[in-house]
């Protein structure tokens, strides 16, 4: 059975950058087993399977597998994908601006998609679940040795670990400085015993001359993926963190997130969050993708 398939660049406007995502199109024949197959053989961060929608008037059906499990939820192949389809449907070249609903495992995601005339096209979403404490804060000692850090790199300004989720839990690891960003590494192959997630985003805050708010690198090897090059999903969950941590006033604050430096592959994700009665009320991820390839698999 043979199925289309693209591949994009997803949190970047350059090709072989940012975070690869592949599309696969008319999956819905396909066993949950035969996804995470596939997944297996991309051996990308994420590839997603599109497939007919329950309701007419939303885009599509989508499933987000990993190498290692599927996902309720993820921030690049829901912004490379949206993109995805509006160039499939819409052509490139041209300016469109659309709406397009995905009904996702956590839910309806709405995207806003406006296509581009230099190849790359931008998306953005309003996180479909709150961003929400998903357990214990991990001590900063288990924190430094599970990433191989001293324990005066862990923590900055009054941000420390903690665990946060909006679909998919992560610990979230403050580091002291982007040196220490820099040398952290996974030293034990079972960080969810060690930090309470099977997936690990540390960050640090960004010099102030730098165009980004903070600096990050996300670590998964348990579920397949040693470092990932852009991960909204855990710039939705971070959006608890900001608001847990940072002093910020009422009302939306833009605060963008660099990743996959350390990999070689620079991503930028567009990070906005709403305070409302000094709680978090919404957040909203966004980014640019440009189509790398298309081919057929033979399933």
Known sequence: MPLNF??????????????????????????????????????????????????????????????????????????????????????????????????????????????????????????????????ADPSIEAAAAALGLAVSDIGFDAHKPSLFSAGVPFAMIPVASTDALVRAKPTIATLSDALGATEIFVYARADRQEA???????????????EDPATGSAAAAFAGVLARFEDLPEGWHTLPILQGVEMGRPSLIGLEVNIENGALAGARIAGKAVKISEGVLFV
């Not at 007419?56 to 993109?83: D, M, N, Y």
């Not at 980004?212 to 040693?226: N, T, Y």
């Open 6 to 135: 693209t591949t994009y660049d997803v949190f970047t406007d350059t090709a072989f950058a940012g975070n690869p995502l592949a599309v696969v199109w008319d999956a819905d024949a396909l066993s949950d087993a035969q996804m995470q197959t596939i997944a297996r053989e991309f051996n990308l961060s994420e590839t997603v399977f599109v497939r007919a929608p329950e309701n007419a008037q939303h885009a599509a059906s989508v499933r987000i597998f990993t190498p290692g499990k599927e996902l309720p939820f993820a921030g690049h192949p829901t912004i490379g994908c949206a993109i995805a389809i509006a160039e499939a449907r819409h052509g490139r070249g041209t300016t469109h601006d659309l709406i397009i609903v995905l009904e996702e495992k956590i839910g309806l995601v709405r995207c806003g998609v406006k296509i581009g005339d230099d190849g790359a096209s931008f998306a953005e979403f309003t996180a479909p679940k709150l961003s929400e404490k998903a357990g």
């Open 212 to 226: 980004h708010s903070f600096h990050a690198r996300m670590f998964a090897p348990e579920i397949g993926i040693a």
